[in-house]
């Protein structure tokens, strides 16, 4: 699971499963946190304009049709860069980066490895990891384990980032479904699953998307 280097095991987030994760930092996964209800009910502030839902429409009836066939790949381009695209996750002091490497030492050992798709402060260059660290996995098959790989990139950007008290967020997509999940202090709760193939479903995903960007601008805020 580990290599070494200068006596320091480093650990692909790749190969982090849950138990790793939990073990090592001395976290735990309860059923809820205020944080991500919170994050869930967002929604509720965000709204759907004609052209979202036009476009959100084409991609869904596309996806409803072909999703279970589509490798990882064409399920980013076909469908999963639709909606983030959508989104528009590009403001004035932050951005989204794809396929960049994350590495965070923490003295007894070394977490590193590429995320697939974060949003940073920076524009041109990921200066410091905020919200947002997303898996694509296509089906429930593979012996990998997302959620396990997902939590340890959030660790490691909270490391990075040297503000242990903030929440970080993630999401994790098998596929159809969306979960969304957060770590507070010592603590992760992962959401219900949302089935991106149901419209409604797939408009409580992009907006609670929407309203994510609010939470990168306080943090921006403060700093």
């Given at each position: 699971?580990?290599?070494?280097s200068?006596?320091i095991?480093?650990?692909?987030?790749?190969r982090?499963?849950?138990?790793?994760?939990?073990?090592?930092?001395?976290?735990?996964?309860?059923?809820?946190?205020?944080?991500?209800?919170?994050?869930?009910?967002?929604?509720?502030?965000?709204?759907?304009?004609?052209?979202?839902?036009?476009?959100?429409?084409?991609?869904?009836?596309?996806?409803?049709?072909?999703?279970?066939?589509?490798?990882?790949?064409?399920?980013?381009?076909?469908?999963?860069?639709?909606?983030?695209?959508l989104?528009?996750?590009?403001?004035?002091?932050?951005?989204?980066?794809?396929?960049?490497?994350?590495?965070?030492?923490?003295?007894?050992?070394?977490?590193?490895?590429?995320?697939?798709?974060?949003?940073?402060?920076?524009?041109?260059?990921?200066?410091?990891?905020?919200?947002?660290?997303?898996?694509?996995?296509?089906?429930?098959?593979?012996?990998?384990?997302?959620?396990?790989?997902?939590?340890?990139?959030?660790?490691?950007?909270?490391?990075?980032?040297?503000?242990?008290?903030?929440?970080?967020?993630?999401?994790?997509?098998?596929?159809k479904?969306?979960?969304?999940?957060?770590?507070?202090?010592?603590?992760?709760?992962i959401?219900?699953?949302?089935?991106?193939?149901?419209?409604?479903?797939?408009?409580?995903?992009f907006?609670?998307?929407?309203?994510?960007?609010?939470?990168?601008?306080?943090?921006?805020?403060?700093g």
């Open positions: 699971m580990a290599t070494v200068s006596n095991p480093k650990y692909n987030f790749e982090c499963d849950k138990t790793f994760v939990e073990t090592t930092f001395g976290i735990s996964r309860v059923e809820n946190l205020p944080v991500l209800i919170d994050w869930i009910n967002s929604k509720n502030a965000e709204t759907v304009n004609d052209f979202e839902e036009k476009i959100l429409e084409i991609a869904r009836k596309k996806a409803s049709l072909r999703i279970n066939d589509w490798n990882e790949e064409t399920l980013k381009l076909s469908f999963i860069s639709t909606i983030l695209n989104a528009e996750f590009d403001g004035k002091n932050y951005s989204a980066f794809a396929d960049e490497k994350l590495e965070a030492n923490f003295g007894n050992l070394i977490l590193t490895g590429k995320i697939d798709w974060f949003v940073a402060k920076g524009l041109y260059k990921p200066q410091t990891p905020y919200l947002f660290f997303h898996e694509y996995k296509r089906t429930k098959q593979s012996s990998s384990d997302p959620d396990g790989q997902l939590l340890a990139e959030m660790i490691a950007a909270r490391f990075l980032n040297k503000q242990p008290e903030d929440t970080m967020y993630g999401i994790v997509v098998w596929g479904e969306w979960y969304f999940m957060t770590l507070k202090n010592d603590e992760y709760a959401s219900k699953a949302l089935d991106s193939t149901v419209k409604e479903e797939l408009f409580d995903i907006k609670i998307l929407k309203s994510s960007k609010r939470v990168i601008e306080e943090r921006l805020l403060r």
